[in-house]
């Protein structure tokens, strides 16, 4: 069954310390891949996506993320978190060319200390 | 613009009652779509519906249904509610297919 491996359950950092959270996922066909955050008490938003093309992908508030085909891997990364990154992050997966279904992993929690 | 509007936002059953969540899409938006959110864990897919139809169902028991009216708003109905149906239940609304998902707030529901 497809699957979504988040291996970082908790992450404590320091202000401007560099981020990275691991992501991988077990399908051998065509992926779309997503990051979303959800910051306490708000909604889940969409950070970055990729779909095609370039492998590393560009988001929103200074994340950005890498495909690593061979390693089945989408990590998160930003070289200097603020405070205000402090929240939630899942990875997702949509799975094949016929459907419209979101595999989520478990999630990252952040918290950044000023 | 509003964004995904979801009802209520919170409420609480009794074990074997039935339950009616409701999900307003984005103006436009004709893709639907239901998830579960369980405390300490990521969204499950359980439905999406496209155009009033069923696209796609998780693995949920059939205690779930859900259904798209003409205005792509969304019902989801869990009857003989058990304690492990307590969880955030999130909807999602898109043009189409998950392209362009925009989540609402949710709904927490609490089976005591």
């Known amino acids: 069954a497809q699957s979504v491996s988040q291996h970082n359950h908790h992450v404590i950092l320091s202000e401007a310390a560099s981020l990275e959270l691991g992501c991988n996922y077990s399908?051998?066909?065509?992926?779309?891949l997503f990051w979303y955050v959800q910051y306490p008490g708000q909604h889940l938003q969409l950070l970055l996506k990729?779909?095609?093309?370039?492998?590393l992908v560009k988001g929103i508030k200074g994340f950005e993320a890498e495909f690593i085909k061979s390693k089945f891997s989408f990590n998160l990364r930003k070289p200097s978190v603020q405070w205000s990154d402090t929240a939630e992050y899942f990875c997702?997966?949509?799975?094949?060319?016929?459907?419209?279904?979101?595999?989520f992993g478990t999630g990252t929690r952040l918290q950044v200390f000023p | 613009d509003a964004g995904v509007t979801q009802s209520p936002t919170h409420l609480i059953k009794t074990r074997g009652q039935h339950v009616t969540l409701r999900c307003s899409p984005i103006?436009?938006?004709?893709?639907v779509s239901w998830y579960q959110q369980v405390l300490g864990q990521g969204p499950q897919f359980i439905f999406q519906?496209?155009?009033?139809?069923?696209?796609g169902r998780g693995n949920f028991p059939d205690r779930f249904s859900a259904r798209q009216f003409p205005n792509y708003s969304s019902e989801l109905n869990v009857n003989a509610l058990l304690l492990g149906d307590s969880a955030l239940y999130l909807c999602?609304?898109?043009?189409?297919?998950?392209?362009?998902?925009?989540f609402g707030s949710g709904t927490r529901l609490t089976v005591v």
């Open positions: 999602a609304s898109s043009p189409r297919g998950v392209w362009g998902y925009t």
């Open positions: 399908y051998g066909g065509t992926v779309n």
């Open positions: 990729y779909f095609s093309g370039d492998p």
């Open positions: 997702a997966v949509n799975a094949g060319l016929n459907t419209d279904k979101l595999i």
């Open positions: 103006s436009g938006h004709k893709s």
């Open positions: 519906y496209y155009e009033k139809e069923e696209r």
